[in-house]
Each structure stands twice: as structure tokens, then as C-alpha cells.
């Protein structure tokens, strides 16, 4: 899965993110360019692949 989308090289970390880091909903406006991006980031994918792996 890793090398299917490019994370090969990646390494492993304890905790992914700041343990107090406080999430909010996005208030600004996105570029087209970011939406684009977000948009075609395979996200339902990625969790599906992974969520099968848990099977």
C-alpha cells in the first residue's frame, strides 16, 4: 500500500501528531488549486485498502 501511493520512504514516528494539537473546522476559503488537490487525493482508498489489511 505504502509503495502504491508513494509513502515507501516514509518513516514511522510514536505519535503521528502533537498529542494537544486542537483540530477546527476549515474557515477559509481553499484555492482552486488546493481544491483540486483535495479533491483527487485518493483518501477512501487509502482507508479502504488499510481497512482490509485489519480483516
Avoid at 510514536?14 to 494537544?20: K, L, R, V
Avoid at 487509502?46 to 482490509?52: A, L
Wanted: aromatic share 10%.
Amino acid at each position: 500500500i505504502l509503495r502504491e501511493f508513494g509513502y515507501e520512504n516514509c518513516n514511522s514516528v510514536t505519535t503521528p501528531m502533537d498529542p494537544g494539537k486542537r483540530l477546527v473546522p476549515l474557515t477559509s476559503v481553499l484555492t482552486t488549486e488546493e481544491t483540486k488537490r483535495v479533491q483527487s487525493f485518493p483518501y477512501r482508498t487509502i482507508v479502504g485498502k488499510c481497512m482490509y489489511l485489519c480483516t
